[in-house]
């Protein structure tokens, strides 16, 4: 007995100090390095800015960019309470009609009021996102059908190839005179401006998906293909439990890729074009050339990447709840 509890001291003895050091060694790298990283650049940006002198004054630093983050949120509670008000105001005439004449029918007109940074963020998220779903809903069955025969890739491919290199800003004025062309409703359901940016997107989304699907599915382990051929699954029941689990890894890859390389793409077309969004908002103020201008352009430059980095960590966590894979989701 006695031999058994020194043996398991000194056990633990070993232990215990080594998984502290690993505890601590996990909590340095996950949050003292990028925090000390963090401050070394606001340090680096504090110091280079106060020495950058521009035509609208000094560079903006970070104070000066968090005191018009708050301006900007302050900006846009007033534009909600001016759109309360305004609605307001409409329900207490229509009431006032309605006493006075029960058969006049209530109209309520929409707020036209100036769309807020608060507003453009949101305006951006749901062109980008709306862009990449119609996308991938094109691109996946596009790729898996390519992987699946090469017949149809040796078809497909050259095109894809063609216009893989082609910047999608490039498609931006074409796109633009056909939406013109074709949508021509007298009372549109989604505005012009809105379709434009996301049919850009869509087109900037398509090859990496294809490709990276395409790829994923032509790479299958062949024991998986003879298993299904062993079985005799039928097309659709082979896509759906051998192809796609063996291939989701690159279909995310692909999926990745295009979401990234579309958010860069929305704000530069928002601003080429000026759709409503982030990448107008940036263009505005950079025309507007007020002694605030510059700080609120670093905040847009500042949300844009935070929402880029988001959107790209809910992609790899989409990832990791539906690949069987877990090591490939880096």
């Given amino acids: 007995m006695s031999s058994t509890t020194v043996n398991t001291g000194k056990f633990y003895g070993f232990r215990l100090p080594q998984l502290e050091s690993n505890l601590l060694g996990s909590a340095l ?3 003292a390095l990028p925090l000390l990283g963090m401050l070394a650049f606001l340090l680096l940006w504090s110091v280079t800015a106060q020495n950058i002198d521009t035509s609208l004054g000094k560079f903006p630093g970070p104070a000066a960019v968090m005191e018009q983050f708050n301006t900007l ?67 996946i069955p596009l790729g898996i059908a390519i992987g699946l025969s090469k017949t149809l890739n040796s078809a497909i491919n050259p095109i894809v190839q063609i216009f893989k290199p082609v910047s999608p800003l490039a498609w931006l004025p074409l796109v633009t005179m056909v939406v013109s062309a074709l949508y021509t409703s007298p009372d549109p359901l989604v505005a012009k401006s809105f379709l434009n940016s996301m049919i850009t997107v869509t087109l900037c989304c398509l090859w990496p998906m294809v490709i990276n699907t395409a ?5 299958i382990d062949q024991d998986l293909v003879n298993v299904s051929k062993v079985l005799r699954l039928p097309p659709l029941r082979h896509v759906q439990k051998i192809v796609l689990p063996a291939s989701v890894p690159m279909i995310f890859t692909g999926m990745r890729l295009s979401l990234g390389v579309a958010w860069m793409v929305l ?12 990448g107008k908002f940036v263009w505005d103020e950079f025309q507007n050339g007020s002694s605030d201008s ?37």
Avoid at 267 to 278: F, H, K, V, Y
């Fill in 29 to 31: 790298r996950l949050v």
């Fill in 73 to 139: 949120y302050g900006e846009h509670q007033r534009s909600r309470e001016k759109e309360r008000a305004f609605y307001e105001r409409q329900e207490v005439r229509n009431a006032e009609r309605l006493a006075a004449d029960p058969g006049y029918e209530p109209k309520i007109r929409a707020y036209t009021g100036k769309e807020t940074f608060v507003d453009q963020i949101g305006t951006s998220l749901v062109t980008v996102m709306s862009g990449f779903l119609l996308a991938a809903a094109i691109a």
């Fill in 215 to 219: 790829v994923g599915v032509a790479g």
């Fill in 267 to 278: 704000i530069a077309a928002e601003m080429l074009a000026q759709n409503p969004g982030l």
């Fill in 294 to 330: 510059l700080a609120r352009i670093m905040a847009a430059v500042l949300v844009i990447g935070f929402i880029g980095f988001l959107l790209d960590r809910g992609m790899l966590m989409l990832q990791q709840l539906v690949s069987w894979d877990k090591g490939s989701n880096q």
